[in-house]
T-cell receptor, first 114, second 115 residues
Framework: AQSVSQHNHHVILSEAASLELGCNYS??????LFWYVQYPGQHLQLLLK??????LVKGIKGFEAEFIKSKFSFNLRKPSVQWSDTAEYFC????????????FGSGTQLTVLP | DTGVSQDPRHKITKRGQNVTFRCDPI?????LYWYRQTLGQGPEFLTY????????KSRLLSDRFSAERPKGSFSTLEIQRTEQGDSAMYLC?????????????FGPGTRLTVT
């Protein structure tokens, strides 16, 4: 079955530290890739997306992600986190043949200490 | 607010009762999705509508679950004879035609607790 793996379940960082959250998917062909974020008490919001072109994509709030096809990865990065980045982060993949549904990873809870 | 809305936000019900949730997508979004999210997991796809047509259903959607979108606008998700395992957050999302496949806008969810 097609799947999405997020290996970090909970990450704790101090403000200004750099962030990298891992995401791996299980299909060798063309996929659309997404990172969604859920801030405390809020609904899921799109952070960034990749569907073609430059494998380094930039999203909102200074986040970026790099698509590495050979590693089946789409890792999320931010050079310097802020307390307001505390949230749960979900990687999601739209696999071909799956209509338009998303397959989500289990999420990574990021806690940024002030 | 022009985002996706869901009603109710919370529902507590006794095992065996039927419940119905409503989702209002973003205006003019012709695609609508239902997901279920349990604690510590990401959302899992349940079903997808394009306009009023239900085009895909997950095997997670047992016979006790039914979803409708009669006029291609709002949608309802009904769970009959609820079980404790149905306790979860039920999320609705919508997307426009022509958008990036997989890019969806989510509502706040309905949290169901079955006692």
């Amino acid at each position: 079955a097609q799947s999405v793996s997020q290996h970090n379940h909970h990450v704790i960082l101090s403000e200004a530290a750099s962030l990298e959250l891992g995401c791996n998917y299980s299909y060798g062909g063309t996929v659309n890739l997404f990172w969604y974020v859920q801030y405390p008490g809020q609904h899921l919001q799109l952070l960034l997306k990749y569907f073609s072109g430059d494998p380094l994509v930039k999203g909102i709030k200074g986040f970026e992600a790099e698509f590495i096809k050979s590693k089946f990865s789409f890792n999320l990065r931010k050079p310097s986190v802020q307390w307001s980045d505390t949230a749960e982060y979900f990687c999601a993949v739209n696999y071909p043949g799956s209509a338009r549904q998303l397959t989500f990873g289990s999420g990574t809870q990021l806690t940024v200490l002030p | 607010d022009t985002g996706v809305s869901q009603d109710p936000r919370h529902k507590i019900t006794k095992r065996g009762q039927n419940v119905t949730f409503r989702c209002d997508p973003i205006s003019e979004h012709n695609r609508l999705y239902w997901y279920r999210q349990t604690l510590g997991q990401g959302p899992e796809f349940l079903t997808y509508f394009q306009n009023e047509a239900q085009l895909e259903k997950s095997r997670l959607l047992s016979d006790r679950f039914s979803a409708e979108r009669p006029k291609g606008s709002f949608s309802t998700l009904e769970i009959q004879r609820t079980e404790q395992g149905d306790s979860a957050m039920y999320l609705c999302a919508s997307s426009p035609s022509g958008g990036v496949q997989g890019e969806q806008y989510f509502g706040p969810g309905t949290r169901l607790t079955v006692t």
